[in-house]
């Protein structure tokens, strides 16, 4: 019997994403320190396309997935299909998938009208 090799939350991301220039036009461009500060750009983004990617699975009847492969399919889009969110995440961010975690946190911490 062959197991499939489980990720984790905090892998790395692949080195395509490391390549990519990220966050030109977030307020901490350029700087390198553990306490880069979430925009509320960034925080949105995931919370919302997360609600819309788990709208799409309850309409279409397919299972949920789980929090972090959906995590890793933002993280994953953001290159590919919204690209001019590129400029808006700080590379810090994008790291890996247990720091991208924490924009989806807070944004489910915010209140319903924040959203």
């Not at 994403?17 to 307020?27: D, M, N, V």
């Not at 925009?39 to 990617?53: D, L, N, P, S």
Request: charged share 30%.
């Amino acid at each position: 019997m062959q197991f499939k090799k489980r990720t984790t939350i905090s892998a790395p991301v692949q080195p395509i994403l490391q390549r990519i220039e990220w966050g030109k036009k977030h307020p901490q461009y350029g700087i390198r320190s553990d306490k880069i500060k979430w925009t509320a750009y960034e925080v949105r983004f995931i919370g919302r396309w997360m609600e819309k990617k788990n709208k799409m699975d309850s309409k279409t009847g397919l299972a949920q997935k789980s929090t972090s492969v959906l995590l890793r399919e933002c993280l994953y889009a953001i290159p590919s299909d919204y690209p001019e969110m590129v400029d808006h995440f700080h590379d810090s961010h994008v790291v890996c998938l247990s720091t991208f975690q924490w924009g989806y946190t807070r944004y489910l911490k915010l209140p319903d009208d924040q959203k």
